[in-house]
């Protein structure tokens, strides 16, 4: 079930939004050559926390296999959900981090791929597409469309600049849960409910330089592209709200 958030409600979220992406800004310059993932998660960890939120991530998941980081942060091929570690970031690496806080109940959520570097010319290109699909996707629909417009434009500016698209796992509602209804895919298949005042979702397009399929590594969490392509992640929190969709969180590390 769907949950239209208040103006209240709203308002939450929106504040959670803006310290995320103010955790970014500062974050990103901190990816470098050099530098293990897990000590980007612990300096987001006392970020959040000195900010007054909780990482939203941290802890999620089943009881068996609770996520173990307060940021996702995924590698060239690794497409998502990828586990800080002691792996130490490479000059010319892809590195997507995707992040959330929990605000005094309301969660925000935002992803990034930051190239540590210069990174290839394939790379880059790959990574600019990406954005432009997130641009595209929640600059194609207004309140009262339908939601698979969002998704059609994802799919259709990716393809045209021939990559793969990742279709197992999509975007979501959010901003009282960290996933909510309704699922918000890459590609236009599946329930199409009309984008209604209230809604707040993650639109997060996920692309390969490859075919888009992928494997999940033994970790449990570590999304993978199953040819070992290439892949970048960019992810917005919007809300519906006045005739447009208002994205919530912020531009921040773009690819120039």
Request: glycine letters at 12%; one cysteine or more.
């Amino acid at each position: 079930m769907i949950r239209l958030k208040n103006e209240k409600q709203i308002e939450g979220i929106r504040r959670s939004c803006k310290m995320l992406s103010a955790m970014y800004k500062e974050l990103i310059p901190l990816v470098k050559p050099g530098v293990a993932t897990i000590d980007l998660d612990q300096w987001a960890r006392r970020w959040i926390g000195q900010a007054g939120g909780r990482p939203a991530f941290l802890g999620y998941g089943p009881r068996s296999n609770p996520f173990p980081g307060a940021l996702c942060i995924s590698i060239n091929e690794e497409v998502i959900h990828g586990i800080p570690s002691k792996r130490k970031i490479l000059k010319g690496d892809l590195v997507s981090i995707d992040g959330g806080i929990d605000l005094g109940g309301f969660i925000s959520d935002q992803a990034v791929t930051v190239e540590a570097g210069p990174v290839s010319e394939e790379a880059h290109r790959l990574n600019v597409v990406t954005r432009e699909c997130l641009v595209c996707g929640i600059g194609a629909a207004k309140t009262g469309d339908r939601l698979l417009q969002i998704s059609r434009a994802v799919e259709t500016h990716a393809k045209g600049a021939g990559y793969g698209i990742v279709t197992r796992y999509c975007g979501h509602g959010v901003g009282l849960e960290v996933h909510e209804d309704p699922q918000v895919p890459n590609v236009p298949k599946g329930p199409n409910p009309r984008l209604s005042k209230g809604m707040v979702i993650a639109v997060e397009p996920m692309i390969t330089m490859g075919t888009g399929e992928v494997g999940l590594l033994d970790d449990g969490w570590t999304v993978v592209s199953a040819d070992g392509a290439l892949s970048a992640h960019w992810e917005h929190t919007v809300a519906v709200t006045g005739a447009a969709l208002e994205i919530l969180t912020e531009d921040c590390g773009n690819p120039a």
